[in-house]
């Protein structure tokens, strides 16, 4: 029956309405943010848009959803699904919060940096205050994370309230803190260890519900957001071992200052990994601790965006925004962040919009530089007092007297201890890998049998019989298996896939990530092979046996500082695997150099963290100009002391393959610093018998088999000493001695003994480099073969010390490389 004409203008005259209705809450979706209540003191203005002057039922109720203490910026995300979880999210009555519990976390949180600020006067806390509802922020997220799933907090954060996270958080003894202030034991680290509020620290935390979930805080150093991909890293790692359940187990939570945000760059390749195969975590919340200002810079000065959490836009996930003096608020952004994340699998972020209390430190007066806004700060009361008062509880006062009590009981028990005590435990993956100093112990056999090798040379080069080949990959995969057969020498390409092989295949788990990687920048590795006519992948390395481990190699993104950290981040929670970050050529790991600093040389020495991560830098003077030459060996020589790494550059393929396999194999756990060759990878000098390969183990030292009686001994490290040999051959000279110095650091100082030894005769022993005399091994090497050497003279050889690494001539390069093996092999270099 058709309906009657009243009914239809009935239901045009509602569908208008609803229509007029949904335009004005669109707007009010899209613009709310800009005119939400934001800032506690009330001095960042909310700004007048012109699309949200409206009148009426609608605009009021849409007012009230998207223009309170709660602003979300989420109609960029391309999802309608996802758009319409928000909406229904923030349109919804608000869900009742334990409010006695909030005002508990923040009588804790304040009192804790009130005690601390009373019994050491005069030293730096980087106190919370003015941001403290992040506490109540980060127990909501535990709550709902523990029943989506949760086991474990991966949190990072920089020095912000960290202290107090420390102890709220990870639940940490807060005498334990305390005894950072008394400074008890300080020769126990001498010339190591880090200041408190940078170590890491593991503890349990109970939710409201009684769940345990474990936490995590990860160390970090002062350079900021440095602990970013550090932090999602581990927390891939973690997530791996457990396979596929591992992204709800392990949630990542990353805390970060607001100029920071805005301004390193590290934060925006974070960001960047969110959704990619290789790098996801299903997701990781962010808070940004925004206490609008940062040291003494305010937002006009720290970005160009209206809030600093604007560079998290151009990825498809919501950003709340929202005033840290509304603490139900707060509580309710954190239960939708992470109901989000688990919802949808991707990143969020929380923008905590608070003060700070103090100056920068608490060593620092921000009367002189922001006189104004600390005369607001100084009148404004703590937050515990706003929220008491808002929720009417009346006995306040003792429950405030009742926790400064127990505060002081830990301060005066810091006092009394002797040790300073540890705030983190290991996971029992770490047991059985030794850090420190290297001894004989940890030497193990890399050698293979040819049986061995010949069985993982078919299953390398062999793939379904429906593949669709490329040619040359063909014809690639055709010689490896001549060289697996010893009918062709093997080159790097093929030793490091033998090495993989060999490795998943005993149950170690592989992973390389690196721009190109799959392919390799100099068409060498071929990791991947495509079908040409549907590109479905056959992965050689993952078709090795059944029950072998996986062997993951992912194209990274363009970033070098992200990438390194994350991979250094996954070292640390997945010892037995072999994790390798490669450089697309050496320099770029210079965009990397706070984690190489801060981490990879130094994170033993610090945090007693230990880290088997491996870093291929290709390296080598070939004349393609001042960048894609040098990988800068000084840098690293310069890092090293008390074995805190290995650098290493392996002469020819078999020791490439030797030197990956020790790798995984030892249970000396070290940073691994790798110079690899560019052409020199598929060079016939460089490229070894299969026999080498069943040779016992990498030699630091590679002998000359060919010159017994020598006047001379030219050493080198690199390609460098292939020309050499090349030259010498040209120059029929039968008594120069050339060896590879392949490990340069720890210095193998009894192998060159034993091969100076050998050669009694030579009188003369040479440095020779390509590098310049300020850059390459030179400083290192001279005093060390000076010791070595004894009365023998010690000399150089080398390009004259430049400002940058090469010429940018190939012809001044080939003029300046013929001029070094000259000089070489003259009688007076
Ligand atoms: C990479 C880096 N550059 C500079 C500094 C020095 N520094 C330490 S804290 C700070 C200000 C940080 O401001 P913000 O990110 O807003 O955090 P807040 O201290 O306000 O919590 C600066 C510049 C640093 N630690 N790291
Ligand atoms: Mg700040």
């Known amino acids: 029956m058709a309906p009657r004409s009243k009914d239809l203008t009935a ?8 229509g007029e209705r949904e335009r004005v809450f669109d707007e009010f979706r899209r613009w709310g943010y800009l005119e939400a209540d934001l800032d506690p003191l009330g001095l960042f203005h909310p700004l007048e848009v012109p699309e949200l002057q409206l009148d009426g039922d609608a605009a009021r109720e849409a007012r009230r959803a998207y223009c ?43 009192l804790f940096e009130l005690v601390l600020q009373q019994r050491y006067l005069g030293t730096k806390r980087f106190s919370l205050e003015g941001v403290t509802a992040l506490v109540p922020l980060v127990d909501e997220i535990l709550e709902l994370a523990s029943q989506l799933g949760a086991m474990e907090l991966v949190m990072g954060m920089s020095h912000r309230g960290r202290l107090n996270v420390i102890v709220q958080v990870a ?11 008394e400074d008890v034991d300080p020769r126990s680290i001498l010339g190591g260890g880090d200041v408190k509020y940078h170590l890491g620290a593991t503890g349990e935390y109970v939710t409201r519900t009684g769940a345990k979930l474990h936490i995590h805080l990860v160390s970090n150093p002062s350079h900021l957001e440095a602990v970013d991909p550090v932090t999602v890293g581990r927390t891939r790692a973690k997530q791996d071992r457990v396979g596929e359940p591992g992204k709800a187990k392990y949630l990542p939570l990353l805390v970060h200052g607001d100029s920071a945000f805005a301004g390193q760059g590290i934060v925006a390749e974070t960001l960047n990994f969110a959704d990619l195969p290789g790098y996801t975590v299903g997701g990781t919340i962010h808070v940004i601790a925004n206490n609008l200002i940062g040291f003494t810079t305010v937002p006009r000065e720290a970005h160009s965006s209206r809030f ?9 996930i919501p950003i709340f925004h929202v005033n840290a003096e509304d603490v139900d608020a707060v509580i309710r952004v954190g239960r939708m962040a992470t109901e989000y994340r688990y919802q949808f699998g991707t990143d969020v972020v929380i923008d905590l919009i608070g003060y700070r209390r103090h100056g920068h430190s608490e060593v620092d007066d921000p009367t002189i530089t922001q006189p104004l806004l600390y005369k607001a700060i100084k009148d404004h009361p703590p937050l515990w007092e706003i929220y008491a008062e808002d929720i009417g509880v009346e006995d306040v006062q003792s429950r405030v007297a009742e926790i400064r009590k127990e505060y002081e009981t830990a301060q005066e028990k810091a006092g009394t201890l002797t040790k300073m005590p540890v705030l983190r435990e290991l996971p029992n993956y770490w047991d059985g890998y030794r850090g420190g100093r290297y001894k004989p112990e940890y030497a193990v056999e890399t050698g293979l049998s040819s049986a061995e090798l010949a069985e993982l040379t078919e299953r390398l080069t062999t793939y379904p019989l ?13 010689q490896r298996a ?5 009918k062709r020498p093997v080159d790097y390409g093929m030793a490091e896939a033998l090495a993989f092989a060999s490795l998943v295949k005993s149950g170690v788990h592989v992973r390389l990530s690196g721009q190109d990687s799959r392919r390799g920048t100099f068409n060498q590795r071929h990791s991947v092979l495509l079908d040409v006519e549907n590109e479905h992948e056959y992965v050689p390395l993952q078709n090795i046996s059944a029950d072998q481990a996986s062997c993951d190699i992912y194209n990274s993104t363009l970033s070098e500082a992200g990438v390194l950290g994350f991979e250094y981040g996954y070292s640390r929670d997945y010892p037995e695997a072999l994790v390798l970050w490669e450089a697309q050529f050496g320099d770029f790991a210079n965009v990397a150099q706070a984690v190489i600093d801060q981490f990879v040389s130094a994170g033993e020495d610090k945090w007693g963290l230990l880290s088997g991560l491996t870093l291929l830098l290709p390296h080598g003077y070939e004349g393609q100009g001042p960048e894609h030459s040098s990988a800068r060996i000084e840098r690293f020589l310069q890092l090293a002391a008390r074995d805190n790494f290995q650098i290493c550059q392996p002469s ?14 030892s249970h000396w756990r070290k940073p691994l610093v790798v110079f690899t060759p560019k052409s020199m990878l598929r060079h016939p000098d460089a490229s070894s018998p299969i026999a080498d390969l069943t040779h016992e183990a990498f030699l630091r030292v590679v002998p000359d088999d060919q010159v017994t009686d020598a006047k001379r001994i030219l050493l080198c490290t690199g390609k460098i000493g292939h020309e050499l040999r090349e030259e010498r051959k040209k120059r029929k000279d039968t008594s120069t ?4 110095v392949d490990q340069l650091y720890p210095f193998p100082e009894a192998e060159l003994a034993t091969e100076f030894e050998r050669y009694s005769d030579a009188r003369d022993i040479v440095w020779v480099q390509e590098e310049p005399a300020n850059m390459g091994p030179l400083f290192y090497m001279l005093p060390r073969l000076r010791h070595v050497a004894g009365s023998r003279s010690v000399l150089s050889v080398k390009r004259s010390a430049s400002a940058s690494p090469s010429t940018g001539s190939a012809k001044a390069h080939e003029m300046e490389q013929r001029a070094i093996l000259g000089l070489a092999f003259s009688s007076n270099p």
């Open 11 to 18: 239901a045009a005259v509602l569908d208008a309405t609803n």
């Open 68 to 110: 309170g203490t709660i602003g979300v910026e989420f109609m960029h995300i391309a999802d309608a699904e996802r758009r319409r979880w928000i909406q229904e999210h923030m349109e919804a009555p608000q869900a009742p919060v334990d409010q006695e519990a909030a005002l508990d976390h923040l009588i804790r949180a304040e």
């Open 171 to 181: 639940k940490r003894p807060p005498e334990e803190v305390f005894a950072g202030f």
């Open 308 to 316: 600093s959490a604007q560079i998290a836009r151009r990825q498809s």
């Open 466 to 478: 429906d593949f669709h080949i490329h040619p040359k990959v063909k014809k690639l995969l055709e």
């Open 482 to 486: 001549e060289m697996g057969k010893g």
């Open 652 to 665: 020819n393929a078999a020791q490439y393959f030797h030197l990956l396999r020790r790798q995984a194999l």
């Open 737 to 740: 001695a050339i060896l590879f």
